[in-house]
Nanobody, 124 residues
Framework: QVQLVESGGGLVQAGDSLRLSCVVS????????MAWFRQTPGHEREFVAT????????YYADSVRGRFTMSRDNAKNTIYLQMSSLKPDDTALYFC?????????????????WGQGTQVTVSS
């Protein structure tokens, strides 16, 4: 059974940085496209970043491009989201997601497995 466990969320001030981690068990990262999504109350889950396998090409939402960096460590079966220059608008519950290999995972309907989420709160 595939499980995704996120960590690293917290309360920070605008301009600060945070790094989210997602440990994957039950499936090798080389067999999955991975992504980060986020959601705020009353809104749909939205795409943040993804890494396509096997090319390792990263794609980002316009709202985070240049501030967030997604990476993967296949040896640790872990993905990361390095978030810099955080803004109050980045406040959300962040989810790790896994999908089929060779897929650009940008739509919630394409996700096969979700993590439980980690809360990021950015104060102004």
């Amino acid at each position: 059974q595939v499980q995704l466990v996120e960590s690293g969320g917290g309360l920070v001030q605008a301009g600060d940085s945070l790094r989210l981690s997602c440990v994957v068990s039950g499936r090798s990262l080389s067999t999955a496209s991975m992504a980060w999504f986020r959601q705020t109350p009353g809104h749909e889950r939205e795409f943040v970043a993804t890494i396509r396998v096997p090319s390792d090409t990263a794609y980002y939402a316009d709202s985070v491009r240049g501030r967030f960096t997604m990476s993967r460590d296949n040896a640790k079966n872990t993905i990361y989201l390095q978030m810099s220059s955080l803004k109050p608008d980045d406040t959300a519950l962040y989810f790790c997601a896994a999908g089929a290999v060779q897929l650009t995972l940008m739509v919630p309907a394409q996700v096969q497995v979700w993590g439980q989420g980690t809360q990021v709160t950015v104060s102004s």
